[in-house]
């Protein structure tokens, strides 16, 4: 399989998810999980690496370690945060609308794919797909070696039995809001086959409202 047809499957399941739960059209689909969600994600994947410091310092176990790591760990979390403003700031969001940030994303990945002899499929996939992948196992990496010993994961805390309860509301609330969700929009596109008629008119305005 090319990277031209991984690029396209993976559009296909961003777009059909997002639509079915949000409404979203893909080009919202795309700003708001490739500038906004991404790089939150690997932002929160830097969080361990400061709870390890400080959790190292609370126990005491080589709180030498603890002093030496959660100053390196503040300066990397508030990097990924600097380059988040700067992304957010390059792409004007908040001015200028979701269809001229897709634009001008487009833009520039079709620019970095010249510059590096590839296509714009491989760009979106190196850097959305295979960066975020190095970024997530490198800061779990980092956090696994540097934890204290004999801690315990959220699930066997305290804490989380205390909030069980409350997470399995959150969690069957949450479900019946998909459902219900899930629902509507299936109820929508069958009154646009209704009032499509034929497979193809159904087709095409499927994807004009998908790309709108």
């Known amino acids: 399989m090319t990277a031209y047809h991984i690029f396209q499957l993976l559009c296909g399941i961003l777009g059909a998810v997002c639509i079915l739960l949000f409404g979203w ?30 959790k190292r310092i609370a126990t005491g176990q080589k709180a030498w370690l603890g002093y030496a790591i959660l100053p390196v760990a503040l300066a990397y979390t508030f990097s990924y945060v600097y380059f988040y403003q700067k992304v957010l700031e390059f792409y004007h969001v908040g001015i200028q609308g979701t269809k001229a940030i897709f634009s001008q994303c487009v833009g520039d990945f079709q620019w970095i794919a010249d510059q590096c002899g590839t296509t ?89 409202e998908l790309m709108r």
């Open 25 to 54: 059209s893909y080009k919202e689909a795309s700003v708001y999980i490739c500038i906004w969600f991404w790089p939150v994600v690997a932002t929160a994947t830097t969080l361990p690496l400061i709870y390890a410091g400080i």
């Open 120 to 208: 714009y499929e491989t760009a979106n996939l190196i850097i959305y797909v295979e960066l975020m992948l190095v970024i997530c196992l490198v800061n779990f990496a980092l956090y696994w070696l540097l934890r204290p010993t004999g801690g315990k994961w959220f699930f066997q805390t305290a804490v989380y039995q205390k909030a069980k309860p409350a997470l399995k509301i959150a969690g069957t609330v949450l479900a019946v809001v998909i459902v219900l969700r899930l629902g509507q929009q299936a109820l929508h596109y069958y009154n646009m086959y209704q009032t499509h008629p034929g497979m193809e008119q159904f087709i095409q305005a499927a994807q004009n």
